[in-house]
């Protein structure tokens, strides 16, 4: 008999005849179609047209962000419409507090006991802000119904209540099928949750961008300058993620007994973009906090003070923009001090 090919990846093979592997990869694809199929379910007493184009109406703020990481459920207002948000903000306010608050920092040297621990309380901090939110978000809602448009077909407590329960569940559940993932499937659950609402989009905007070109809106050789552009971008992006610096570090020699053992030379390895995503996500949520207040207010009358700061601090204002670099530099600085240390006790 003849043998196979000596230069076939071994990879290839072991992915097509283990069959746990194959069982981890049809596990993700049934969760990410469950999670996708639940993006397109309305919230009970939304009219969805109505929600789309109130939804197109704010086109460049930062509800974008938070459509974009849901992968189009809260343009929807689906029953998934909070998405992972409130979890990824939960998880980086705990890691901060593990660091400068002193009973999650024994904790944090409990191992893996008090990761368990430390999980268990971001999940109590996840639900809370999951409720927080969506009952801003249910309030915001009903004060959308004027004379000309119905948003919220029967406005009451009934609905403010069944639309936090329906939010928070969501929330939840999504929070579990990506730990169910981790556990089951392949890779980190959350972050390809996020993934999977960030591609979502992707078809939808190259159909634009085509669409444009075909009735002449935009040039064709506009078209592959932005795919080019794509590409370039991307490529950059994972060549500042994989940046590293190593700095070297020396050890002096030493005698143990009678022996002499000679000097060593290690490094220390830093990431470029140590921090990633989260002081953008972290720092938005902070200076938003004042407008997510001010949607609460029943008032709502404009010369109050919370409205006045929430139209200060809206998206595209200067007091915004400056405050949203310096959280950002902040934060950016916190991570970094935080993980050069972790790394210089390990």
């Not at 556990?183 to 078809?203: K, T």
């Not at 007091?319 to 390990?346: D, E, G, H, V, W």
Request: charged content about 10%; hydrophobic content about 50%.
């Amino acid at each position: 008999m003849s043998k196979a090919p000596s230069n076939i990846s071994p990879g290839l093979g072991g992915l097509t005849k283990s069959s746990e592997i194959r069982q981890r990869i049809f596990f993700v694809i049934f969760a990410l179609i469950v999670f996708r199929l639940g993006s397109f379910i309305t919230l009970p007493g939304i009219d969805p047209a109505v929600m789309g184009f109130l939804f197109e109406q704010q086109r460049g703020s930062i509800l974008d962000m938070f459509n974009m990481f849901s992968g189009g459920a809260l343009s929807r207002m689906s029953i998934f419409a909070l998405g992972v948000m409130p979890y990824i903000s939960a998880s980086i306010i705990i890691q901060m507090m593990t660091h400068i608050y002193a009973p999650l920092i024994q904790l944090r040297k409990e191992g893996e006991r008090g990761r368990k621990t430390i999980t268990k309380y971001t999940r109590y901090f996840t639900l809370a802000l999951a409720l927080l939110q969506s009952m801003g978000v249910m309030n915001a809602l009903m004060n959308q119904n004027t004379s000309s448009t119905t948003l919220v077909l029967d406005p009451g407590l009934g609905f403010f209540i069944t639309g936090v329960v329906t939010l928070v569940t969501g929330t939840m559940f999504l929070i579990w099928l990506g730990e169910q993932i981790t556990e089951r499937g392949i890779g980190n659950g959350i972050s390809i949750i996020i993934f999977a609402g960030i591609v979502a989009g992707l078809p939808s905007a190259i159909g634009g961008t085509i669409e444009l070109a075909r009735n002449g809106e935009i040039q064709n050789f506009s078209v592959i300058l932005i795919f080019i552009l794509a590409l370039v971008i991307t490529a950059f992006v994972v060549y500042i993620e994989r940046g590293q610096r190593k700095i070297p570090i020396n050890y002096a020699r030493k005698m143990q007994g009678r022996k002499m053992y000679a000097a060593q030379s290690s490094f220390l390895p830093l990431k470029i973009n140590m921090a990633g995503v989260i002081p953008a996500i972290f720092a938005s949520a902070i200076i938003l906090f004042p407008a997510t207040i001010a949607s609460w207010s029943s008032a709502g009358s404009p010369d109050s003070i919370i409205q006045k700061i929430a139209m200060t601090l809206s998206p595209g204002q200067p007091p915004y923009i400056i405050l949203y670099a310096l959280a950002i530099i902040f934060f950016c600085f916190f991570l970094y001090c935080t993980s050069f240390q972790s790394k210089r006790n390990s």
